[in-house]
């Protein structure tokens, strides 16, 4: 079957799927195995910040360079971003159920052997094996939910799945802060073992596969081959670009060799018997708006508050758990308004609540865009949760537009394009974003220092100076004056605080676009191609 016949019988009709009869008991329970999965999801998500939080301890204890725990995220990084959508294939072909599975065990043992390991070499290893079981596990859950849940009641399920993960991510931060203070950094990764044992105990019990008539029987290795290597220069090139420059010769080569396997990979899949991505797919405009909305959502919230955690630790000087806590009115209002976001969609369809949440998320980053050194609590709560409010509806709808837009026998797929585009969103917001602020603190830092009447920098000393400031970091050398050591960190605080207010400017405008975007979605359309018959 080519992928033109896949869509198009999609778009007439749902695909035949073979669901069983009403669930009885544990096993195949909608709402149970939402909270199965959830578990699962919450492990992946928790992890891609409650990490930073014990970088520190890390690098000190095993004496690692800043290079070196850099690649304890990037790591991570690349290998989720670049395995999550061949990932959903391994869910269409083998079964969303087993993929679950390995990849709760696999993650929850990498965690384990990171908690065990005196190097700071098998620590970043590991972190990659978690972002490989974390990119099988990821996209597993949401086919679980599609093939389990009716159409009618899949929006609301989608709703809590997203809730889970945008309070992981934002919660990330304060229990690591809580758990590196009082306990040890080891314990932010052994807290996966138990966690995951419970995920693995729970999909025993209650998760039940669900496999599409016409779920694919071989695999695309070429096409495999092409899109990873794809993936991994664009991410590769988004991740070096701050180090390197985005002039380098190194970084528009792996742009280029990007852009040159994307394209090798679009004209396989459309020679290819059993395409690992159906070109076709992207026919759907709604599907495509889907993506290409995530992306922008990630490219805002990501980018955004990415400098927002500098600003509370660097310049508020509040400590990681307090800055987390700061946040807490952001991850409030994700987990209050997911659900009912996901209620709203089912009632009205997707395009007005997606833009809505996108001119929310726009008002909050233009507003994030006026704050200053003396900017009180009251006020930064005020422009988290209107943030956390925008950005509810957007991962409820964005998901289900590019889920159920797609054939019951590509939701894996489905499900690893939605996280890959929230991946690759994310780092380009925080690369994009990263060079709207160095730019901005380069252009501002030698004027205001001047200004201030401090003793003048060699061109190294302002470059180191720009570094320091681009964090929020005032360059005060050791044994400065006190008088002279707060006129610098209030140059490099109002510096910083400049640079913030552009690159949150930038995240806003960004938003204003995907309200347009947003505008061409629908409900999906072969929604009802899940498990119609399921009994909840």
């Known amino acids: 079957m080519t992928s033109q016949t896949t869509v198009d019988k999609a778009d007439k009709a749902p695909e035949p799927v073979s669901v069983p009869a009403p669930a009885k008991g544990l096993r195949g329970h909608p709402w149970l195995t939402l909270f199965s999965v959830a578990i699962g999801v919450m492990m992946v998500a928790l992890d891609g910040t409650i990490v930073a939080i014990a970088n520190p301890a890390i690098q000190k204890d095993l004496g690692a360079t800043f290079a070196d725990v850099q690649w304890i995220t990037n790591g991570y990084f690349l290998a989720l971003a670049v395995t999550l959508i061949t990932a959903g294939k391994l869910g269409d072909r083998f079964g969303h159920r087993q993929t679950f599975l390995i990849g709760v065990i696999g993650f929850a043992a990498a965690s384990g052997a990171i908690g065990l390991s005196d190097s700071i070499a098998l620590v970043v290893t590991f972190r990659v094996f978690q972002g490989l079981f974390g990119a099988l596990l990821m996209p597993a859950a949401l086919g679980l939910l599609r093939a389990t849940f009716p159409a009618e009641k899949l929006n609301m399920a989608i709703g809590i799945w997203g809730m889970v993960i945008g309070a992981s991510t934002a919660g990330g931060p304060i229990l690591g802060g809580l758990l590196v203070q009082h306990v040890s950094w080891q314990s932010v990764f052994f807290i996966n073992v138990p966690v995951g044992v419970i995920a693995l105990v729970l999909g025993l019990l209650i998760l039940k596969d669900h496999r599409a008539e016409n779920a694919p029987r071989s695999f695309d290795i070429l096409g495999i ?144 865009s006026t704050l200053e050194s003396g900017t009180g609590s009251g006020i930064m709560s005020l422009w988290f949760a209107l943030l956390g409010l925008g950005l509810a509806p957007v991962m409820v709808g964005a998901t289900e537009v590019i889920v159920g837009n797609a054939p019951m026998e590509l939701s894996g797929v489905a499900g690893g394009l939605q996280q890959a585009a929230m991946q690759i969103g994310g780092s380009l917001g925080t690369a994009v974003l990263g060079a709207v602020m160095a730019s901005k603190v380069d252009n501002d830092l030698a004027g205001n220092w001047t200004d201030a009447k401090l003793p003048p920098l060699t061109p190294a000393q302002l470059d180191q100076a720009s570094e320091a400031v681009q964090v929020g970091v005032g360059p005060v050398p050791k044994g400065t004056p006190a008088v002279l050591a707060e006129k610098i960190t209030s140059v490099a605080h109002d510096t910083f605080i400049s640079g913030m207010s552009l690159a949150c400017l930038v995240a806003a405008g960004v938003a204003v676009v995907a309200i347009f975007v947003a505008l061409l979605t629908k409900r999906g359309a072969n929604a009802e191609a899940g498990a119609g018959a399921a009994h909840i």
């Open 225 to 368: 081959v092409l899109l990873s290597g794809a993936m991994f220069c664009l991410v590769w090139a988004l991740i070096k670009a701050p180090t390197w420059g985005w002039g380098d010769g190194l970084t528009w080569t792996f742009l280029a060799a990007s852009v040159l396997c994307f394209a090798l990979f679009a004209i396989w899949e459309t020679r290819v018997k059993e395409p690992l991505i159906p070109l076709a797919l992207f026919r759907s405009v709604p599907l495509s708006a889907g993506v290409v909305l995530m992306v922008l959502m990630a490219i805002a919230f990501m980018g955004g508050l990415f400098f927002v955690t500098f600003y509370l630790q660097n310049v508020h000087g509040m400590s990681p758990v307090d800055s987390g806590l700061h946040l807490l009115p952001l991850t409030g209002m994700m987990i209050v308004g997911s659900p009912l976001a996901g209620a709203m969609i089912t009632k009205v369809g997707p395009r007005i609540p997606l833009a809505g949440g996108m001119l929310l998320t726009a008002v909050a980053m233009y507003g994030m």
